[in-house]
């Protein structure tokens, strides 16, 4: 490497933001070359002055208890607002409620990934065929009538997401029952975006009369409405890291879906089990 | 009888970013009050939108992001209200960008002149000067530095907060430093630390 190539790499090596073959090439000119290992080790020099010499304001007494204070008190208004509603038809309702790529990964588990979206692609063209846009604007209450009068189902609102927003649904079975499928994007994205993907699949289900397990009411951070014998739970389970207020990160996919299989036939056997009793 | 997940979360996520948060405000606002109201304001954010972040990502980066993205908007609604530009006369003033080039051209041109050779001593040499030399940055280039050097964010991080691409994010790093390396050199040679052998 001759000099003028390295000094222009002097910076990155300094950042380690070379890739290993140039920051070998760089290490090996600066061995033999005492100019530009000068360069290197002023700006190495330069890099821990700054460290030490600018200025950054130490954080205000209290600043950091009040913002988190405001976090958990947001916190507690959403959670105890949402849990208003549901508490008091627990004992009558039933509830599950998974991200969407990995319930149609369980469903199907030889199914190739791209395919999980068949479903939730399904929800988001029937909105689309219904308002004739690309980037439908969903009459949620016009939505909560259809799912009524298709599955029986009953939602009296369609539960909120921060930064979320419906953007459709579709029937689908799940442990032999009918339940709902909505698909939510992420309301920040641009309209523009060529390929819009809906990022939160939530299920609704029917309920069949059976208790939720108590264990699974403690890992459930929020519940939305129930009527007509139907609830909508947020699970969020540890031992699954199933969150449904994420995007769908599809990497996270296959590791999670081995967890998620564990878990189900768990509940399901679990209910046998009481049945049977 | 519910957990709280969210909030144990945020906050586990948040509180060792902070300080650093904090400092990155202000750095933006050069205020401190400003910077309070700023990463008060970022930090509700954040929360509100816990689940646009990625697991497994900078949650540091993602977090000064929406700092810079808060700040924008606030200085749009600054500026939509009347009032003058009474903060400008506050701050040094500023190189600009041809001066920032050919300072570049020169200090690479001429390498090193020692003034940074022995750490130690640089230390005692340099105290607030390095503060006065860094405001006389054109902002954009003092903030990609310091994210870089103080933060610790990669180049990429740093152009996904504030939004330009990498090759700006690198191009100013390095401009940065050659304009504080040259202001070093000449306030050591002021004070009769260089010699002048050429």
């Known amino acids: 490497m001759r000099c003028e190539d390295v000094l222009d790499l002097v910076d990155e090596l300094v950042d380690a933001e070379l890739d290993d073959a140039r920051r070998d090439a760089v290490r090996a000119h600066l061995d033999g070359c005492a100019a530009c290992e000068a ?14 010499r600018a200025f950054r304001p130490p954080l205000p007494g209290g600043l950091a208890s009040r913002i988190l204070a405001r976090a958990r008190r947001a916190d507690e208004e959403s959670l105890s607002s949402r849990f208003r509603t549901g508490v008091t038809g627990l004992a009558a309702a039933v509830l599950a409620f998974i991200t969407g790529w990995m319930f149609l990964s369980l469903l199907n588990p030889t199914m190739p990934s791209l395919a999980h979206a068949t479903v939730v692609h399904e929800a988001v063209r029937r909105y689309e065929s219904l ?11 016009a939505a909560l009538r259809e799912i009524r009068e298709a599955t029986g189902i009953q939602l009296d609102a369609v539960p909120e997401i921060s930064g979320a927003r419906l953007v459709g649904w579709s029937q689908d079975r799940f442990l032999d029952r009918t339940c709902v499928c909505l698909a939510y994007e992420d309301a920040l994205a641009k309209s523009d975006e060529r390929e819009r993907r809906p990022e939160i699949v939530i299920f609704a289900l029917p309920s069949d009369g059976s208790d939720v397990p108590s264990d699974d009411l403690h890992a459930c951070v929020s519940c939305f409405e129930i009527k007509g014998g139907s609830t909508v739970f947020c699970f969020r389970q540890p031992s699954l890291s199933l969150n449904l207020v994420t995007t769908i990160d599809r990497t996270e996919m296959a590791k999670r879906l081995e967890s998620l299989k564990s878990y189900l036939n768990d509940l399901k056997e679990r209910s046998a089990t009481e049945t049977v009793r | 009888m519910l957990r709280k997940p969210t909030a144990q979360l945020f906050e ?17 606002t050069r205020n401190e009050a400003d910077a309070e109201d700023l990463l008060q304001d970022a930090c509700q954010q954040a929360f509100a939108k816990l689940h646009l972040f990625k697991k497994g990502t900078n949650f540091k980066a993602w977090l000064f992001r929406i700092l810079r993205n808060l700040h924008i908007d606030h200085l749009r609604r600054k500026r939509r209200e009347p009032g003058p530009e009474e903060l400008s006369q506050h701050y040094p003033v500023k190189v600009d960008d041809d001066a920032l080039e050919r300072i570049h051209a020169e200090v690479r041109l001429r390498g090193s002149k020692g003034v940074l ?8 040499l340099f105290g607030d000067e390095v503060n006065r030399f860094l405001s006389e940055l054109p902002d954009e280039f003092r903030v990609a530095l310091l994210l870089c050097d103080l933060d610790g964010l990669s180049y990429q991080e740093i152009s996904d907060i504030v939004g330009c691409p990498i090759g700006t994010v ?16 000449q306030y050591a040679r002021g004070l009769g630390y260089v010699k002048e052998s050429e």
């Open chain 1, 39 to 52: 360069v290197y080790r002023e700006s190495t020099h330069l890099k821990r002055l700054l460290q030490r």
């Open chain 1, 131 to 141: 308002s004739g846009a690309t980037n439908p604007v969903v009459d949620t209450a």
């Open chain 2, 12 to 28: 586990g996520l948040i509180s060792p970013h902070l300080e650093a948060a904090y400092g990155f405000a202000f750095q933006l």
């Open chain 2, 117 to 124: 050779d022995n750490e130690a001593s640089c230390y005692d």
């Open chain 2, 170 to 185: 690198r191009s100013r790093i390095s401009r940065a430093r050659s304009f504080l390396k040259e202001k070093l050199y």
